[in-house]
C-alpha cells in the first residue's frame, strides 16, 4: 500500500478557494489512479475528484464539476485538488486515495481505491 499525506485544507469563505495537496511515499506514484474524496458529518464518504495515472484524463462529481480541478506532479509524487467557488455544503474531511484500476472513468467507488490518506478538514463559512 502507498502511503498518502494530505495538507492545505482549512476555513475558507463562502465564494474562495483553498487548493489540497496528497504527498505519496511510492516512487511508483505514476502507476496509480488518484481520486479524492470527502466525508461530511452524518453522511457517507463520497466521491469529488479522480485523475488518470499520466494526468491526461479526469473526473468529477457533477457537485463540484467546473469548480474543482485534480491535477497531478509525478515528478513530486503529488496529487492536487484545486477548489474553487466553495459554497457551505463543500464543508467534510476531504480524503486522497490510490487505485491500481486503469480507467479513472469507473473509478469512482471507494472500494475501488486500497490506500487512504487520513483525511483533512475543510469548513466553509457562509
Known amino acids: 500500500q502507498v502511503q498518502l499525506v494530505e495538507s492545505g485544507g482549512g476555513l475558507a469563505q463562502t465564494g474562495g478557494s483553498l487548493r489540497l495537496s496528497c504527498a505519496a511515499s511510492?516512487?511508483?506514484?505514476?502507476?496509480?489512479?488518484m481520486g479524492w474524496f470527502r466525508q461530511a458529518p452524518g453522511k457517507e464518504r463520497e466521491f469529488v475528484a479522480a485523475i488518470s495515472r499520466n494526468g491526461g484524463d479526469t473526473n468529477y462529481a457533477d457537485s463540484v464539476k467546473g469548480r474543482f480541478t485534480v491535477s497531478r506532479d509525478n515528478a513530486k509524487n503529488t496529487v492536487y485538488l484545486q477548489m474553487n467557488s466553495l459554497k457551505p455544503e463543500d464543508t467534510a474531511v476531504y480524503y486522497c486515495?490510490?487505485?491500481?484500476?486503469?480507467?479513472?472513468?469507473?473509478?469512482?467507488?471507494?472500494?475501488?481505491?486500497?490506500?487512504w490518506g487520513q483525511g483533512i478538514q475543510v469548513t466553509v463559512s457562509s
Open positions: 486515495a490510490a487505485s491500481r484500476r486503469l480507467y479513472v472513468g469507473t473509478t469512482w467507488r471507494t472500494g475501488d481505491y486500497g490506500s
Open positions: 511510492e516512487r511508483t506514484f505514476s502507476s496509480y489512479t
